[in-house]
T-cell receptor
């Protein structure tokens, strides 16, 4: 079964500290992996998209890594700010040549990050 | 540039009532999607469309209907609302299918629906 598991479920860190969120997936065959940020009461916003050949991608203070061999990804947040408080969702898409539709995405349940002063 | 807009933001329905959730995008995207997000769960695909006049079921289509008469609009219809349809609904769009490559998917702000 195609699954995306995220850990931890929730995390509280002090402002200015770094943190790393984890994502393990079983989706196969793999096309790409996405990290989204979802503020409370808002829609998800894309942070990064990584394809099979990419193992690191940065977007400002956010750096995502991908190990397609072990089917693991991480999102590292540097020098956290209060505005980083949100849910972070890992999403994996299946390669359409597998017979899956190109529209298919498997969403993780998210990690809820709280940054406190 | 508004992106993806949804109306209404909030709605309370009684069991058995019907309603339409509106979704509009101004990016000329071919692909549009409806998802629901239940507390503590990942987003689930309800219906999707790959272009005007073409729609298909996702993972959880029961109790819903869609139409796509224009590129911009993708309304979601709830018939005979049930408490199990209490959720937050998100509309999204992309230029191409996300499985085809690094095509961004843009989400609307969501509609919070309660059925009592």
């Amino acid at each position: 079964k195609n699954q995306v598991e995220q850990s931890p479920q929730s995390l509280i860190i002090l402002e200015g500290k770094n943190c790393t969120l984890q994502c393990n997936y079983t989706v196969s065959p793999f096309s790409n992996l996405r990290w989204y940020k979802q503020d409370t009461g808002r829609g998800p916003v894309s942070l990064t998209i990584m394809t099979f050949s990419e193992n690191t991608k940065s977007n400002g203070r956010y750096t995502a890594t991908l190990d397609a061999d072990t089917k693991q990804s991480s999102l590292h947040i540097t020098a956290s700010q209060l505005s980083d408080s949100a849910s972070y969702i890992c999403v994996v898409s299946k390669a359409p040549y597998s017979g899956a539709g190109s529209y298919q995405l498997t969403f993780g349940k998210g990690t809820k990050l709280s940054v406190i002063p | 540039n508004a992106g993806v807009t949804q109306t209404p933001k909030f709605r309370i329905l009684k069991i058995g009532q019907s309603m339409t959730l509106q979704c509009t995008q101004d990016m000329n995207h071919n692909y549009m999607y409806w998802y629901r997000q239940d507390p503590g769960m990942g987003l689930k695909l309800i219906y999707y469309s790959v272009g005007a006049g073409i729609t298909d079921k996702g993972e959880v289509p029961n109790g819903y209907n869609v139409s796509r008469s224009t590129t911009e609009d993708f309304p979601l219809r709830l018939e005979l609302a049930a408490p199990s349809q209490t959720s937050v609904y998100f509309c999204a769009s992309s230029s191409k299918g996300p499985g085809l490559g690094a095509y961004e998917q843009y989400f609307g702000p969501g509609t919070r629906l309660t059925v009592t």
